[in-house]
């Protein structure tokens, strides 16, 4: 299946390569899962993703949950330890472990050191220095890890390690925990070689993303491979606008999960010469990392993932009465949202997320300017100019509103009803403030995703 990028149509935000929804492993990189037996369900629960010559440049977006597990402190200090970096976004690295069925996470000092264990595992394994191992672990919260079980695996998963597509493809599959559908995501792009002539060049990703849906990566476990040469703060700077752009803009029931992670790693195995910040080149492998990042964020919001119980249609025998009024006209999923007419990126950013945060603000037409009107502005630390609260609610004019090119609010009501009965439902929005522009994705709640979610195991 291959996906363009829908907001390019519409204008709203700059056109992004097409992406196709397939495992398509880059060269330098080897991979593979298995089921070690961590879930109870004896379901695929381990990834493994390896480099075939040396450490990979690498850069990594945390979560901001300030009880951050095992898996996300220990990667940090060890892209700390393999660079100059003393925040931990960047570094090298030559493998990924992944661990799904427990997080690691509110498990205390014996969580840390059961991460530790792992790395050490992981680095007697393939015979590298443990601080180039990064993790991700997922699953219930407060339990810890069976390290025999962890360790056990890991020596029946090493040795089948594939440096082919279907390897990477068992990697998504054991990423996954309630997921319904295994998300990958990969694009070609050409940069310039060392004699100035084209050479393309892979980025691929795999990703986890059900429940605890909340700005700032929702619940997201990402790994994004590419045999791009790229330093590896460069690389950071592409990752970071990528990931504020994308899985920062995903909202669905509120919450910040505590493992929160997506790493990119580039193996240098392509003909291409090295990046350089600020290129031609960057511009082209960013927009790459953005498109992955942008279809694997937008996959975990789409109504079709049964995992996650959401919707945004009529369901025959239901009452229509419901806590989000946006039901009511339209059953309320926004995906994605786009708009335009903001003084900054930041600034629509916030709006978009606005509307998406609360289900009683999730909702078409009239009900959702509450939201927009409610939202203020602060200073954004990934770059643009944001301004101050009192200000920006002073420019709030409802004249400037425009829903749709020529369309002021408030929606039709039953024009509304009937463009919600679409499996996906765009809602460009243009304040009238500035040239800023940028989407956002979220979706409907149905009962089943709240019942899933407070019984959840794996």
Not at 195 to 220: L, N
Request: net charge positive; proline share 5%; aromatic share 4%.
């Amino acid at each position: 299946m291959t996906a363009t990028h829908p907001a390019a149509a519409e204008g709203s935000v700059s056109a992004l390569p097409a992406v196709e929804r397939r495992a398509v492993l880059p060269a330098g990189f080897r991979a593979g899962g298995l089921a070690a037996g961590i879930k109870a369900s004896g379901r695929p629960d381990m990834a493994l993703v390896a480099t075939t010559a040396g450490p990979a440049a690498a850069a990594a977006v945390f979560t901001p949950n300030a009880f951050a597990a095992a898996p996300v402190r220990t990667s940090q200090a060890n892209l700390t330890a393999t660079s100059s970096d003393p925040r931990g976004r960047f570094g090298w690295a030559e493998a990924v472990i992944s661990t799904s069925g427990s997080a690691n996470a509110a498990t205390g000092v014996a969580g840390d050191t059961d991460q530790a264990t792992i790395g050490r595992f992981v680095a007697e394994t393939l015979g590298i220095a443990e601080a180039n191992v990064l993790h991700l672990s997922t699953g219930i919260i407060g339990t810890r890890l069976p390290l025999e079980v962890v360790r056990a695996g890991l020596e029946r998963l090493a040795p089948g390690l594939s440096a082919e597509d279907d390897g990477l493809e068992a990697a998504a599959i054991a990423l996954r925990t309630t997921d319904s559908v295994t998300k990958l995501a990969t694009t070609t792009v050409e940069l310039d070689d060392v004699d100035g002539r084209k050479a393309p060049v892979t980025v691929s990703g795999i990703a986890k993303g059900v429940g605890m849906i909340h700005p700032r990566m929702a619940t997201m476990l990402s790994v994004v491979l590419t045999d791009a040469t790229v330093a590896p703060d460069v690389l950071w700077s592409l990752l970071r606008p990528a990931a504020a752009r994308t899985w920062d803009q995903l909202s669905v029931d509120g919450d910040t999960s505590t493992n929160d992670t997506v790493f990119v790693l580039a193996s240098g195995a392509s003909a291409a010469r090295p990046v350089v910040a600020g290129s031609e080149d960057a511009a082209t492998l960013g927009a790459a990392i953005e498109a992955i990042a942008r279809d694997l964020a937008a996959a975990a919001g789409r109504r079709w993932r049964r995992g996650q119980h959401a919707d945004h249609r009529r369901r025959p025998g239901r009452r229509r009465r419901r806590r989000c009024a946006g039901r009511r006209a339209g059953r309320g999923l926004v995906q994605p949202r786009q708009g335009r007419g903001a003084r900054s990126r930041p600034e629509l950013g916030q709006d978009r997320r606005g509307r998406g945060q609360r289900p009683a603000r999730r909702c078409a037409g009239p009900r959702g300017i509450r939201a927009l009107g409610a939202r203020g502005h602060r200073a954004c630390r990934h770059g643009g100019a944001s301004r101050p609260r009192s200000a920006a609610h002073r420019d709030r004019r409802p004249r400037r509103l425009r829903w749709r090119p020529g369309r002021t609010a408030p929606l039709r009501r039953a024009a509304a009803r009937a463009a919600m009965e679409a499996p996906e439902v765009i809602l460009a929005l243009d304040l009238g403030l500035g040239c800023g522009h940028g989407e956002a994705f979220g979706c409907d709640l149905t009962e089943t995703y709240v019942i899933e979610n407070s019984e959840y195991t794996t």
